[in-house]
């Protein structure tokens, strides 16, 4: 005969008594607030909810399903899963939902990924930028993103889809941007190269994309060579076609400015180790893409660099050429920079070849052109260098004059240090005008001279051009004479 009384709490152990009277005093709780108001529950007592199986306190125990059943029917609370939820880290529920859905590369990656983070940080140690950033698995937005596009890149793979897979990596990589977070979007861009070698509906349009971003990351590490391999592949898929960027630049002409850039770098390497012809070769190229290109700023450039390759090769008159190609694309540009280095490289050329008149008629037609064309800048450039010619001659009331006129164009431009630069070029000159009219009166050695040199300390003014000291001397001149 089984026992109708309400023993709960006496089992044969005691670790399971404050469970149970826990349970019975919140039922009993919800059971006084559902009497309040007069629902259904209300006529649900504790032990219709407890009632005992058997004599024995260990069936309680078993009965602990029903109890949790009747808890979630009628009694709000949460689920197992969610009471995990809760208690979980955000990336151990992204973990494992990935793994209940059966993502198990992405779960893969994503926790290799985030393995390699707290490694490099451990690896650059306190103090360092990304050990002040939070660690990825404490970035919720990174892991929805990773989450989000890793998942769907193992869909798009699983139903052979390689060109959705490769968009997918795309945008991962495309997540990451800060200067700490690189390495993930290189690690992105390469899963990207290789999942593009498998799409084949495109023309080669990912591919041609994927060279392009390669070629970056190894320009970016220093890797020149590696880097003009993947940009030479990029222009050989982009020749003829039409694709373009989200700027709206075809991707052809994208990889002619790639090749320009990467091939002045490769001839700038040959410079240093005096390898002038092959940087010729290198630079022509670097020529040619620019003219591909279609920009003429980069078109300038490139005629630029290659004048002066031709120069260090010995070949003045052939570098002079294409420096003049040069300027001209400059002045139909108006730009200011550009052709101020480009005089300055006509003026050094001619001046080692001890043609001043030519050099100051170049510069001279430069200071006129940037007057006409109001580029302040090319006016103060062309006429520093135009006092550089004058002083190093030692015709420095001319170089004043020009260092003057640059002092002048330098307001004009509010650009502070630029104008102090100007200012210390006149004072240079006026120094040197001084110094030699300084010298003058001491290799004289006569009274008239130490009556100058002497009015001059008194005053400090332009030596021999104060009319007050003049008339002075002159006066004390004819009063010593006899009469």
Same mark, same amino acid.
């Given at each position: 005969?089984?026992?109708?009384?309400?023993?709960?709490?006496?089992?044969?152990?005691?670790?399971?008594?404050?469970?149970?009277? =826990?349970?019975?005093?919140?039922?009993?709780?919800? #059971?006084?607030?559902?009497?309040?108001?007069?629902?259904?529950?209300?006529?649900?007592?504790?032990?219709?909810?407890?009632?005992?199986?058997?004599?024995?306190?260990?069936?309680?125990?078993?009965?602990?399903?029903?109890?949790?059943?009747?808890?979630?029917?009628?009694?709000?609370?949460?689920?197992?899963?969610?009471?995990?939820?809760?208690?979980?880290?955000?990336?151990?529920?992204?973990?494992?939902?990935?793994?209940?859905?059966?993502?198990?590369?992405?779960?893969?990656?994503?926790?290799?990924?985030?393995?390699?983070?707290?490694?490099?940080?451990?690896?650059?140690?306190?103090?360092? #930028?990304?050990?002040?950033?939070?660690?990825?698995?404490?970035?919720?937005?990174?892991?929805?993103?990773?989450?989000?596009?890793?998942?769907?890149?193992?869909a798009a793979q699983r139903a052979g889809h390689y060109e959705e897979v490769y968009d997918n990596q795309l945008n991962l990589a495309y997540c990451f941007n800060d200067p700490e977070e690189k390495w993930l979007r290189n690690y992105f861009y390469e899963q990207c190269f290789n999942t593009a070698q498998l799409v084949k509906i495109d023309g080669g349009k990912r591919e041609a994309q994927a060279h392009a971003n390669m070629g970056l990351i190894h320009e970016e590490q220093g890797h020149v060579m590696k880097a003009a391999e993947h940009y030479e592949a990029f222009y050989q898929l982009t020749v003829g076609s039409t694709w373009k960027d989200v700027t709206g630049h075809t991707?052809?002409?994208?990889?002619?400015?790639?090749?320009?850039?990467?091939?002045?770098?490769?001839?700038?390497?040959?410079?240093?180790?005096?390898?002038?012809?092959?940087?010729?070769?290198?630079?022509?190229?670097?020529?040619?893409?620019?003219?591909?290109?279609?920009?003429?700023?980069?078109?300038?450039?490139?005629?630029?660099?290659?004048?002066?390759?031709?120069?260090? =090769?010995?070949?003045?008159?052939? #570098?002079?050429?294409?420096?003049?190609?040069?300027?001209?694309?400059?002045?139909?540009?108006?730009?200011?920079?550009?052709?101020?280095?480009?005089?300055?490289?006509?003026?050094?050329?001619?001046?080692?070849?001890?043609?001043?008149?030519?050099?100051?008629?170049?510069?001279?037609?430069?200071?006129?052109?940037?007057?006409?064309?109001?580029?302040?800048?090319?006016?103060?450039?062309?006429?520093?260098?135009?006092?550089?010619?004058?002083?190093?001659?030692?015709?420095?009331?001319?170089?004043?004059?020009?260092?003057?006129?640059?002092?002048?164009?330098?307001?004009?431009?509010?650009?502070?240090?630029?104008?102090?630069?100007?200012?210390?070029?006149?004072?240079?000159?006026?120094?040197?005008?001084?110094?030699?009219?300084?010298?003058?009166?001491?290799?004289?050695?006569?009274?008239?001279?130490?009556?100058?040199?002497?009015?001059?300390?008194?005053?400090?003014?332009?030596?021999?051009?104060?009319?007050?000291?003049?008339?002075?001397?002159?006066?004390?001149?004819?009063?010593?004479?006899?009469?």
């Amino acid at each position: 005969m089984k026992n109708t009384s309400f023993t709960p709490f006496l089992t044969d152990g005691n670790c399971c008594k404050p469970v149970y009277k =826990a349970l019975y005093n919140a039922i009993e709780e919800q #059971a006084t607030e559902c009497g309040n108001c007069k629902c259904q529950t209300s006529s649900v007592s504790k032990l219709e909810v407890l009632k005992p199986l058997e004599d024995d306190g260990i069936h309680l125990i078993k009965d602990k399903d029903g109890i949790d059943d009747y808890l979630a029917k009628n009694i709000k609370g949460l689920s197992k899963q969610e009471a995990a939820a809760n208690r979980n880290s955000y990336k151990k529920n992204i973990c494992i939902d990935m793994l209940r859905q059966g993502y198990h590369e992405s779960f893969s990656e994503l926790f290799t990924l985030i393995q390699k983070w707290n490694a490099l940080r451990e690896a650059a140690g306190p103090g360092s #930028a990304i050990w002040q950033q939070k660690s990825l698995e404490e970035q919720p937005d990174k892991l929805d993103q990773l989450y989000h596009f890793l998942t769907r890149a193992e869909a798009a793979q699983r139903a052979g889809h390689y060109e959705e897979v490769y968009d997918n990596q795309l945008n991962l990589a495309y997540c990451f941007n800060d200067p700490e977070e690189k390495w993930l979007r290189n690690y992105f861009y390469e899963q990207c190269f290789n999942t593009a070698q498998l799409v084949k509906i495109d023309g080669g349009k990912r591919e041609a994309q994927a060279h392009a971003n390669m070629g970056l990351i190894h320009e970016e590490q220093g890797h020149v060579m590696k880097a003009a391999e993947h940009y030479e592949a990029f222009y050989q898929l982009t020749v003829g076609s039409t694709w373009k960027d989200v700027t709206g630049h075809t991707y052809n002409s994208l990889a002619c400015e790639h090749l320009w850039r990467i091939y002045t770098l490769l001839a700038d390497k040959m410079l240093e180790n005096k390898e002038h012809q092959q940087a010729i070769k290198t630079l022509i190229k670097a020529l040619k893409m620019a003219k591909e290109g279609g920009d003429m700023k980069m078109e300038g450039e490139a005629a630029y660099c290659l004048s002066l390759a031709y120069s260090f =090769a010995g070949e003045q008159q052939t #570098a002079l050429s294409i420096l003049n190609t040069s300027v001209k694309t400059f002045t139909a540009l108006c730009d200011s920079a550009g052709l101020g280095r480009a005089y300055a490289a006509i003026a050094k050329f001619l001046v080692s070849q001890e043609k001043v008149s030519e050099t100051i008629e170049y510069l001279g037609e430069f200071m006129k052109a940037a007057e006409n064309a109001h580029l302040s800048q090319s006016l103060v450039d062309a006429c520093v260098l135009l006092g550089n010619i004058y002083s190093e001659r030692g015709k420095y009331n001319e170089a004043f004059e020009y260092f003057s006129r640059a002092s002048e164009a330098a307001k004009t431009l509010n650009n502070l240090p630029l104008v102090d630069e100007t200012k210390t070029y006149c004072g240079i000159a006026k120094a040197h005008k001084l110094v030699v009219a300084f010298n003058g009166h001491i290799e004289a050695e006569d009274p008239v001279s130490l009556k100058y040199l002497l009015a001059w300390k008194e005053n400090r003014s332009d030596m021999c051009t104060d009319p007050l000291t003049v008339a002075e001397l002159d006066k004390e001149t004819s009063a010593s004479k006899p009469l």
